[in-house]
């Protein structure tokens, strides 16, 4: 792989490693099995400017490139994915849409604080009615005088409760057809009418916080929106591609840490007088299965590069998550199944990393979704 990488790449991976080992390893299972919200790390990652890997310096980032935020989310993965998450996204679904698409005062205003680490950022697009289908959204803007009257609700919002602000999206022209007549809102948590619900209670990512949102006549001022009118449909569709290659590092890093643990075990049990990765039926599933995280490892990584061209990533970004994802859910469930009844404990992290995997595959666009994009590119000129 250094055909992607330079110095600065294989610095920051050393030190996400190193804080990963640390800091997050020895709290992994608790938060997890507690369901707790580690929110101790967050001013660590801010020292560390993990908040702010792709960002300007002006605003606080590191100023890194693609490459080095995939590095650093797949580091923290290998570790734990509630975190990774977390991390990812603050970064592509809280931040960056402020970054890509707002105005030079809301960047100003918001970005050395979401850098910072005073609070986390977040997204709110999908709806209890609109998940893959974002023309449902109900959420609504109405414009009255200098402000904009917010009603409507969202689902499954990552990092809502830690948050202070969110990105969310409204329909503004109902009378445009489809996503045409939606438009993003950038807003401050703490304004009146902005409900944040408890924390869902998940098969995985448990330690990550997700919440439901309430919009009850929110008022926020003709400058909270976020780009153009009416343009929100166009903005997520850009701005997911970024975090669709963020869940596909994810799934790389679970999956290299699921194949870790099982290399490890299959060498370390015997059964039958041998150590079980002697027998086919468990050394061929492991081969196939480091066979399969190279070969998402160059899609993840060659996503990232040409984001970092400059190139469009639609295709390359989709690609990357659908392949990388499924990887991530097969290891796992072959890493269990390799370390039989010990894979089904909380003793061994595999258990962990079985219930995290399976949210990668629906979480910024399930498989399927991903399948609907990568054929249109097969047929884009018809
Ligand atoms: C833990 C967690 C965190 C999340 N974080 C966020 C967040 O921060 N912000 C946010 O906005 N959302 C977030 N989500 C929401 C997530 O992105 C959606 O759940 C996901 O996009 C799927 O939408 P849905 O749940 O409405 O499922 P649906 O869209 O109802 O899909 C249900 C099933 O139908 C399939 N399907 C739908 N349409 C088609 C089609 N045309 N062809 C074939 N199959 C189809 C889907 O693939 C899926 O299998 C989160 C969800 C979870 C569980």
């Known amino acids: 792989m250094d055909l992607y990488f330079r110095d600065e790449h294989r610095m920051l991976q050393e030190m996400v490693r190193d804080f990963a080992k640390n800091e997050v390893a020895p709290i992994a299972a608790e938060i997890d099995q507690n369901e707790r919200f580690p929110k101790e790390l967050i001013p660590k990652l801010a020292e560390l400017g993990l908040l702010g890997i792709p960002f300007p310096e002006q605003y606080g980032g590191a100023e890194m490139d693609t490459l080095a935020y995939t590095l650093a989310i797949e580091e923290l993965a290998k570790v734990d994915s509630s975190v990774a998450i977390t991390v990812a996204a603050h970064i592509s679904l809280g931040s960056y849409p402020i970054f890509l698409f707002g105005s030079d005062a809301q960047k100003e205003k918001y970005l050395p604080r979401l850098t910072a680490g005073e609070f986390l950022g977040c997204f709110g697009l999908t709806e209890p009615g609109a998940g893959s289908d974002a023309a449902g959204t109900k959420t609504t803007a109405v414009r009255d005088g200098a402000e904009w009257v917010i009603n409507g609700s969202k689902m499954f919002i990552t990092n809502a409760g830690y948050a202070g602000t969110c990105v969310l999206t409204a329909v503004t022209n109902p009378a445009l057809k489809g996503t045409n007549g939606i438009s993003a809102f950038l807003v401050e948590t703490s304004t009146p009418g902005f409900i944040i619900g408890p924390p869902e209670k998940k098969m995985g990512w448990r330690a990550s916080d997700t919440r439901a949102l309430t919009f009850e006549n929110m008022r926020v001022p ?161």
Not at 233 to 255: D, P
Not at 269 to 279: H, Q, T
Not at 329 to 345: E, L, P, R, S, W
């Open 222 to 382: 003709a400058d909270a929106l976020l780009g153009p009118l009416d343009n929100g449909f166009k903005q997520f569709t850009k701005a997911l591609q970024g975090g669709r290659i963020s869940v596909a590092a994810l799934g790389l890093g679970l999956a290299q840490a699921a194949l870790n643990a099982a290399v490890k075990y299959a060498d370390e049990r015997e059964a039958f007088g041998k150590k079980l990765y002697r027998f086919e039926g468990v050394g061929f599933p492991l081969a196939e299965i480091a066979t399969e995280i190279e070969a998402a490892r160059h899609l993840v990584y060659h996503a990232s590069y040409l984001k970092d061209q400059g190139k469009d990533t639609t295709q390359a970004a989709a690609m990357a998550k659908l392949f990388a994802t499924e990887v991530a859910v097969k290891a796992t469930q072959t890493a269990v199944q390799i370390h039989g009844g010990y894979g089904y404990i909380k003793e061994f992290p595999v258990e962990r990393y079985f219930r995290d995997a399976k949210i990668l595959t629906i979480g910024e666009g399930t498989s399927e979704v991903q399948k609907l994009i990568i054929r249109k590119g097969l047929y884009k000129d018809r």
